[in-house]
């Protein structure tokens, strides 16, 4: 009878859009029905400004580039911040362990998208499965204008607390990926644009041209529909990943130059393939490049 009852309670909770069958992805009709929840957060992670001319009634904002993601580590910019430090902004969003997260990017381009992808992950690595994104951000809210839109600041909400289970199967450190380097026999997708990943171009956080020897490029543009807000269906995914030559599944680590473009490969491989044997090169190419000694393929020279 027990068994009974409890599958009910559950069967409830995902017709209702509970929680405990929290998706990677969310639609605009889940928003509109779920935004007011207690149990939910909809967590706006578009620029301060962007935020501040529109966004979905109830949100909250938080910044990426300043409110504490990601820090500087042993002269390495934007590494994944202290778990203690992490637990402190996540509660101060009013975020605690029982909360249902919804992030909101902006939507415009896949490298906003990469936000939302990049703190995902982060709640992912702290042990919170509770989160997912708004497929195709605040410009999918906006499609519809009989959707309403707030602006301006909004006031902080009670904070919370919030305690981490840290994951360390999603994350790849630099001896990771050295190992293999060496091996060759975990695939490396390099998530960076094509000029980036033959070595025309770099970010000029990172010290030399190229990307890591052995690296299949995957471009983070190709995973959303015309490189906008939209992520592609699983199908033509799959596609896109045998054009690059790259698999589908078994351990494979993705990378770009500071682990916020490679966070949309990781989430389009590890949550929506369900290849949960994909890791995230934190540092990426400013970490690695910042070693003189460490090997770097330059594909094009001149």
Known sequence: MKTLIAVAILSVMVVLGGNAEAQPLVEVGWIKANKDRPDVVVLDVQTP???????????IHTDFAKAGWRVEK??????????????????????????????????????EVGVATRIYWTFKILGHDQVS??????AAWAADKANPVANG???????????????????ATKDQVARAVESGGVPLIDSRSED??????????????????????LPNSWMTENNGGKFRDADTIRKLYAIAGAPTSGAQITFCNTG???????????????????RLYDGSMVEWTADANAAVLQKVTY
Request: charged share 15%.
């Open 196 to 217: 980036q990943h033959m070595g025309i171009n770099r970010n000029p956080k990172a010290k030399r041209n190229g990307t890591l020897p052995g690296a299949l490029n």
């Open 49 to 59: 400004s962007a935020f501040a001319a529109a966004h979905i009634p109830g949100a």
């Open 153 to 171: 600041a909004v006031a902080p909400r009670t904070a919370k607390a919030f305690k981490a289970t840290f994951r360390p199967d999603i994350l």
């Open 133 to 138: 994104i708004l497929n195709g951000g605040q």
């Open 260 to 278: 916020h473009l490679a966070s949309v490969g990781w989430f389009v491989s590890h949550e929506l393939l369900g290849n949960t044997q994909t």
């Open 74 to 111: 042993n002269g390495i910019p934007d590494m994944l911040n202290d778990v203690d430090k992490l637990e402190a902004l996540i509660g101060s969003l009013g975020i605690d362990n029982a909360t249902q997260v919804i992030l909101v990017p902006q939507g415009a381009n896949a490298g």
